[in-house]
């Protein structure tokens, strides 16, 4: 038993570890962020269904109630990766990352209205501590500000992906973890086909690597071991442990892009990896 918690724990925690590229990636691909979903969907699309094929995984959606919940889900998951993108170009790839990470306290108040588990105390106190390192980063509130902007750009995203991680809970024991993620890239790849027309797509083949980067390695690979990860984990276990992204996040801009995190941000940082090392310990 004990075994099988640190396997499970260990693979959510390399999950995070490649969904946490993102951070340095959605913040230096030199296009708008609905280019970069869209393109990002695509590929990820392209690579999963090769993947599928391969392994021979069902694809096949058993019920019409199924199909429309995967619809949403895949909204949401959309309008999260969208949102979360505006916050990186906004502002900087830490304060981007951990405003996103107020997800887990939304998550928690959100998980008695979806599941039969009453809300957990030790959740919220958790959440807690997530929102207020968030506060120690704002350097000032004022709407004019950019990183303000980022910030609540990021809170909306971390609305949308708790929504879609509790949506698609209900799902992970029926049906295959890539299988899940391959329809959730097919509906945003639809959904942001109206940028064909409106966006400007001409620095898209000099952006190819970074693109395919965060298709296979973030999205592909990353997300869909953290959609299989809630097979082992409650939606708001699974959130507060992979709030330790940010701290990769923030590692990563600063070995390859230089980005030297401020006081302020480091403090932030620590209360959150503190919520990552108790219900580490909790959720056995």
């Known amino acids: 038993m004990e075994n099988s918690h640190v396997k499970n724990l260990s693979l959510l925690l390399l999950a995070t570890l490649f969904v946490s590229t993102s951070g340095v990636l959605g913040k230096y691909i030199n296009l708008s962020p609905e280019v970069i979903i869209f393109c990002r969907a695509f590929l990820a699309a392209i690579f999963i269904y090769g993947f599928c094929k391969f392994k021979k995984i069902d694809l096949r959606i058993k019920t019409k109630k199924d199909r429309n919940s995967l619809i949403l889900i895949g909204f949401f998951m959309g309008a999260h990766l969208v949102t979360y993108f505006y916050a990186l170009k906004l502002s900087t790839v830490a304060i981007g990352m951990l405003s996103m990470y107020t997800f887990p306290v939304i998550t928690a108040f959100l998980e008695p209205l979806f599941t039969k588990q009453k809300l957990n105390l030790i959740h919220i106190f958790l959440g807690v501590l997530v929102l207020t390192g968030m506060y120690i980063l704002v350097p000032e509130f004022s709407l004019e500000n950019s990183h303000l902007q ?128 108790i219900e580490s310990v909790r959720s056995k």
């Open 150 to 277: 980022g910030v609540l750009f990021g809170i909306l995203s971390a609305f949308c992906y708790s929504l879609r991680n509790l949506i698609l809970k209900k799902h992970v024991k029926t049906y295959n973890s890539s299988m899940l993620m391959l329809h959730q890239m097919i509906v945003i790849t639809v959904l942001l086909m109206p940028v064909l027309f409106f966006s400007d797509f001409s620095n898209v083949q000099s952006q190819l690597p970074l693109l395919m980067l965060v298709a296979i390695l973030t999205t592909a690979i990353g997300h869909t071991m953290m959609v299989n990860s809630f097979k082992h984990f409650s939606i708001s276990t699974a959130s507060i442990i992979s709030s330790v992204q940010p701290i990769f996040g923030i590692i990563i801009a600063f070995l390859f892009v230089n980005e030297i995190p401020h006081f302020n941000t480091i403090i932030g940082g620590s209360l959150i990896l503190l919520t990552v090392i």
